[in-house]
């Protein structure tokens, strides 16, 4: 079962930029679809973005595309969200996910995920 542990948020100001990590590990990680989500106070988890196992997909919530990317090293077992013209309302807890082996309905859908990082705390000020 992999492990993820994620990295890299803080405190930035509206329209600064912030690069988040997810390190993994186990053999099984280049086998893995990892999405990332978010979980703003009081809300449910959300997706933000996701990428296949050899990158040629990706996939992203409409309220970050254009402003964040996501990609993935698997030879450093590493997926990185290079987040952009950062927004107050993109505050929240950012999780990386890595998928059960297949997905199913969606690839936004965080059930398709069983495996979780800890999460690491975004806040974008005014």
């Known amino acids: 079962q992999v492990q993820l542990v994620e990295s890299g948020g803080g405190l930035v100001q509206a329209g600064g930029s912030l690069t988040l990590s997810c390190a993994a590990s186990g053999r099984t990680f280049r086998d893995h679809t990892i999405g990332w989500f978010r979980q703003r106070a009081q809300e449910e988890r959300d997706f933000v973005a996701a990428i296949r196992w050899n990158s040629r997909t990706t996939v992203y919530a409409d309220s970050v595309k254009g402003r964040f990317t996501i990609s993935r090293d698997n030879v450093k077992n590493t997926v990185v969200l290079q987040m952009n013209s950062l927004r107050p309302d993109d505050t929240a807890v950012y999780y990386c996910?890595?998928?059960?082996?297949?997905?199913?309905?969606?690839?936004?859908?965080?059930?398709?995920?069983?495996?979780w990082g800890q999460g690491t705390q975004v806040t974008v000020s005014s």
């Open positions: 996910a890595a998928d059960t082996g297949v997905i199913l309905s969606s690839i936004r859908y965080h059930r398709n995920y069983d495996n």
